[in-house]
């Protein structure tokens, strides 16, 4: 399956692919293609969704890669759901979805590059929650009214794997929207920069919402995992790394002079370390960045051992407690920019 052969005119391919056809990035596209190496296009359409729609397409082929890193069996008989996995003897299936921009609001590659990110969050936090919502209400009602029914599914742990693209900026926002809406369990960070006295070394207050309003008024009742509303989804995988970054960050391409800043957590505490690929070299895997959320009512949960695997973080809530824990396994990753100064404006000679 060649990923980068055209199958559609030039103004009919998206954005995000157009932006990466210039000559100087073919190591680039190499690299994606190697993460697509032995993927199956299971209905003929995958390489036109690709070039066309592009992070849906790229986050399956993400979570592809990841899932093989990490020594998974994938079995593609199936037509449905997207990925049925094996790992360590245990059987688990996977629905990819992503958060996508409402209609009418801005898309993620809408950054102005000259302009410094957000400082205010609660409005963009919002946001995400709302369209995050929306992706996993609408697989949940796929899963109730389809896949329930099928055998290789329906005795399984179901685990929906999200990628948020529904915003400008949405790669700031790691796991603050999703835990709120698991667990309603807000970080304001707004109220930390507002009173720095109050909350030192920018501790945010942990606050819970109950609901968020939508914009026709309807709310969303928060804490998809505090009770049995979503039982039969066994946990949600998230990622806010998994983009085009992560390609670049990972393929040594001596075309392009490219810098990358990343922020870490150093372990299993909350040290933060930063790092700049300036000062020492940018080492990064295809796990790094990725998050796995429990749901304590999930009728077949999954195993904590399947993912217990360096880079990953862990996440469950605590009722007794009323918290949320993270269990994070080695240096993981929260967020990265890449910068690359690519002078060429020509594409590649594609046929």
Known sequence: MDLFKLTVAEEKLHKNFSSVLRAEQRLDREGLQLWSEGFPDRDGKFVKEFQTTFNSSFWEIYLYAMLKEIGAKLDFSHPAPDFSVELQGKKIVIEAAIAAAADGKPPEWEVDLEKEPPNRFRQMNIESIIRLANAICSKYKKYKKSYSGLKHVNSLPFVLAIAPFEQPYFNLQYDGPISALLYDQYVDEDAALD?????????????????????????????????????????????????????????????????????????????????????????????????????????????????????????????????????????????????????????????
């Open 195 to 351: 009173n720095p006295a109050q909350f030192p070394f920018g501790k945010a207050p942990i606050v819970s919402l109950g609901t968020v309003e939508k914009a026709n008024g309807a709310e969303i009742e928060l804490g998809f995992f505090n009770d049995e509303r979503f039982s039969e989804i066994s946990a949600v995988i998230l990622s806010t790394t998994a983009t085009w970054g992560k390609v670049a960050a990972m393929t040594s391409n001596p075309d392009v002079t490219r810098y990358v800043n990343s922020v870490w957590f150093a372990g299993a505490g909350d040290e933060i370390i930063r790092q700049s690929s300036v000062t020492q070299p940018h080492i990064e895997t295809i796990r790094d960045g990725l998050m796995v959320f429990h749901n304590n009512f999930a009728k077949h949960p999954l195993s904590y051992d399947l993912f217990d695997i360096d880079g990953v973080v862990q996440v469950v809530f605590d009722p007794l407690r009323k918290r949320v824990i993270r269990e994070r396994r080695g240096k993981c990753l929260i967020s990265r920019t890449v910068m690359s100064n690519i002078t060429s404006d020509d594409p590649a000679d594609f046929e």
